[in-house]
C-alpha cells in the first residue's frame, strides 16, 4: 500500500511540473510583450517632455493669416539709460514777490494771474493817508531849511564882527543839520514809495503808492484783492521767470555711480507725454531725500521750454553710453514663465511627429520609411524657401537695452549666422506652441 501511494504521488508532481512549464511559455510571451508596451509608454511618454514647446510649424495659410513677417539679428548702436521721475523747479532767484515797503489799502490791482510783467512794471496801487503826511512834512521841511540856512548865516556875520554869540551860531548850524538829516530820511523814503522827491510840491502831492514789479516774469499767484491791506509782509502777487528752469530727479542709489555731471537728460511732462524735452545734469546731491533713498540730481533745462511750469511732474531718462549689441525688434521678443525667447527659422523638424511615426512603424510591424538624400534635400529646400510649412524654433534670449523699439538681445545658446527670425507676429506663435504642448498633428 505505501508503494502504491508513493508512484501516485511521483505521477502527480511529474504531471505538475509539465503543467507549470506550458504556463510558463504562454506567461512568458505575455511578460515580454507587457514589459514592450510598458517600454513604449515610457519612450512616448519621455519623449512627449523631450519634444514639448520647442519647435512650432505653420501652414502658408497661418503665416499670411496672422502676418507673419521675417527679420534678422542686426548690430545697433543703442543708447542705455537710467529712467528716474521728478519736477521741475524755478531757482528762488528767478521768484519774487511784489510787496509794498508802507501798509496801505489796495486801490487797484493791474495784473492777472498768467500775465507776463516786465522789471519795474506796476502791479497795483496802494492808498493811506500817511503817505500824505510824508509828503507834506519834506515840501514843509523845504521851507525850514532855507529859514536855516538865512539864520545861520546872519549868526556867522554877527560873530565875525563880534556882535553875536558863538552860541548862537552853533545853535543856527545844529539846527540846519538836524533839519537835512531829516529831510534826506525823508526823501529817501519817498523814493523807496515810487514817488519822484523832486516834482513833489505843494499843488502836487500823491495820495496812493505804486507796486512795481521787481522782476520779468509771469504772474503766477495772486495774494491780495482790491479792498485788502497789505504792507511789507504781506505780498500782493508773485511773479516767476521761466526763463531758467532746472530739473529735480530723484535717482535710487544702485543707479548713482552712473549719474555725471554733463550727461543728457530727455524727459516729459506728465500731462503731455507726447511732447519731449532736454536738461543737462549740473549738480549732484550729497544726502537722501528723507527715507525714500534717493538722491536730488540737478539738471538745468536747455532747449524748448514752451508749456513748461514750474512744479510740473516729471518722468525722464538719463543717458549714460552707447552700446554696440546683438538687437531685434522688441515686437520679436516674446515672454513666457518669467523668460524672453525669440522664434528663429530652422529646418528642425518637431520631436513629436518623428516620435509617432516611428511608434506607428514599430506597431504595425512595417519596416520604417527611409528618407533618401535626395528627399531630405527637397524638403529643407521647400522650408528655406518658404513653402506650405514653416517650422519656428523657440529660442531663450536675455533682454539688454531698449531704444527706439529695437532691444538688445544675448541668446542663452547658439544662433547659427544669418539667420532669419519672426520680427512680427511672434506672440501667435509662441500662444500656439502653447496650446498644442508641442505636438503637431
Do not use: W
Not at 507673419?68 to 521721475?85: D, P, Q, S, V, Y
Request: glycine share 10%.
Amino acid at each position: 500500500m505505501k508503494i502504491l501511494i508513493k508512484i501516485l504521488f511521483a505521477f502527480l508532481v511529474v504531471v505538475s511540473l509539465n503543467g507549470c512549464g506550458g504556463k510558463h511559455s504562454e506567461d512568458d510571451g505575455h511578460g515580454h510583450g507587457t514589459e514592450a508596451k510598458a517600454s513604449e509608454a515610457t519612450g512616448e511618454e519621455e519623449h512627449g517632455e523631450e519634444g514639448s514647446s520647442t519647435i512650432a510649424t505653420l501652414t502658408l495659410e497661418q503665416i499670411k493669416a496672422v502676418n507673419i513677417r521675417m527679420g534678422t539679428i542686426e548690430k545697433r548702436n543703442l543708447t542705455a539709460f537710467i529712467k528716474a521721475n521728478g519736477r521741475l523747479r524755478v531757482p528762488n532767484n528767478n521768484k519774487a514777490n511784489a510787496t509794498s515797503l508802507y501798509g496801505g489799502v489796495v486801490k487797484t490791482l493791474k495784473v492777472q494771474l498768467g500775465d507776463y510783467v516786465k522789471k519795474g512794471q506796476v502791479i497795483a496801487t496802494i492808498e493811506n493817508p500817511q503817505f500824505l503826511q510824508l509828503q507834506e512834512e519834506y515840501v514843509a521841511l523845504s521851507s525850514r531849511i532855507t529859514l536855516s540856512e538865512q539864520e545861520m548865516q546872519r549868526q556867522k556875520e554877527l560873530n565875525e564882527g563880534s556882535a553875536g554869540a558863538l552860541k548862537n551860531l552853533q545853535n543856527a548850524t545844529a539846527e540846519l543839520n538836524t533839519i537835512r538829516a531829516r529831510e534826506a530820511s525823508l526823501r529817501k523814503q519817498i523814493q523807496l514809495m515810487g514817488i519822484n522827491p523832486d516834482k513833489i510840491s505843494s499843488a502836487n502831492i500823491q495820495s496812493v503808492l505804486f507796486v512795481g514789479s521787481p522782476i520779468s516774469g509771469t504772474v503766477s499767484r495772486e495774494f491780495a484783492k482790491i479792498g485788502n491791506y497789505v504792507d511789507v509782509s504781506s505780498p500782493v502777487v508773485e511773479i516767476v521767470d521761466n526763463g531758467l528752469l532746472h530739473l529735480d530727479m530723484q535717482v535710487f542709489e544702485r543707479d548713482l555711480p552712473n549719474i555725471k555731471v554733463g550727461q543728457t537728460v530727455n524727459f516729459t511732462i506728465t500731462n503731455n507725454p507726447a511732447a519731449s524735452y532736454t536738461a543737462k545734469v549740473f549738480n549732484i546731491g550729497s544726502s537722501f531725500e528723507d527715507d525714500s533713498k534717493t538722491v536730488a540730481v540737478h539738471c538745468l533745462v536747455t532747449g524748448e521750454k514752451n508749456g513748461l511750469i514750474d512744479g510740473m511732474n516729471i518722468s525722464g531718462m538719463v543717458s549714460i553710453e552707447d552700446v554696440l549689441a546683438t538687437a531685434v525688434p522688441s515686437e520679436a521678443i516674446v515672454e513666457a514663465d518669467g523668460k524672453y525667447y525669440i522664434f528663429v527659422h530652422t529646418d528642425k523638424e518637431p520631436e513629436s511627429e518623428h516620435g509617432h511615426e516611428e511608434g506607428e512603424a514599430h506597431g504595425s510591424g512595417e519596416e520604417p520609411h527611409e528618407h533618401g538624400t535626395d528627399d531630405k534635400h527637397d524638403h529643407l529646400a521647400e522650408n528655406k524657401d518658404h513653402g506650405p510649412n514653416m517650422n519656428f524654433e523657440k529660442v531663450e534670449v536675455s533682454k539688454g537695452v531698449t531704444e527706439l523699439g529695437y532691444t538688445a538681445i544675448t541668446p542663452v545658446g547658439e544662433i547659427p549666422d544669418k539667420s532669419e527670425v519672426v520680427v512680427k507676429g511672434a506672440f501667435f506663435i509662441n500662444a500656439k506652441l502653447s496650446n498644442t504642448g508641442g505636438h503637431e498633428h
